[in-house]
C-alpha cells in the first residue's frame, strides 16, 4: 500500500501551467481502501469554462474483504459526479451525487485530486465514509 502511496504523491504535483482542455475527457485507473476493497474506475468528465465539472465513474469491483460480496466480483455501477476545477492549483474537487448501481456495490464518495503538470495522470484521496483514506489513480485515455 505504501508503493501506491508513493506514485500517486509523485505524479500529482500541482503546476502553475495548464491547458484546460486535458482535464475533460476519459481516465482509467484503479481506487483502493485501507479495508482491502479495490475497484477499477473508468472517469468520464467534461469541464467547462466557468470551471465548473461535471460526469460519472463506472466502477467494477475486483476485490473485497467480505465474504458475503465475493459473488459481486467482476460487477459494475455508476456514480455520477459534479464539482469544481482550479487551474491555478491543478486541484479537482467532486462529489458524488447519485448512482445507478443495481448489483449494491457502490457508495457515494468525495474526491479531492490533483492533475499532473502534462494532464495525463489524475488522482489524489477519496472520503470513504469519512476516513479520508481512499486512494484513487488515474491515467488520460488517449485517443
Known sequence: ???????????????AVFAQ??????????????????????MHLQLANSGTV???IKWVLKQSPRA???????????EFVRG?????????????YRKDDPNQILGLDKYRLILAENG????GITWNNGS????IGLSKEEK
Open 68 to 78: 458475503e460480496e465475493q459473488a459481486k466480483l467482476g460487477m459494475s455501477g455508476t
Open 21 to 42: 482542455g486535458s482535464l475533460g475527457g476519459t481516465w482509467k485507473g484503479t481506487w483502493l481502501s485501507p479495508k482491502g476493497y479495490v475497484y477499477l474506475a473508468e
Open 1 to 15: 500500500m505504501r508503493k501506491v502511496q508513493l506514485l500517486l504523491l509523485l505524479f500529482m504535483l500541482p503546476s
Open 120 to 123: 495525463t495522470a489524475l488522482g
Open 132 to 135: 479520508w483514506r481512499g486512494l
Open 54 to 56: 461535471e460526469g460519472d
Open 84 to 96: 469544481t476545477f482550479d487551474a491555478k492549483s491543478n486541484v479537482v474537487t467532486i462529489d458524488g
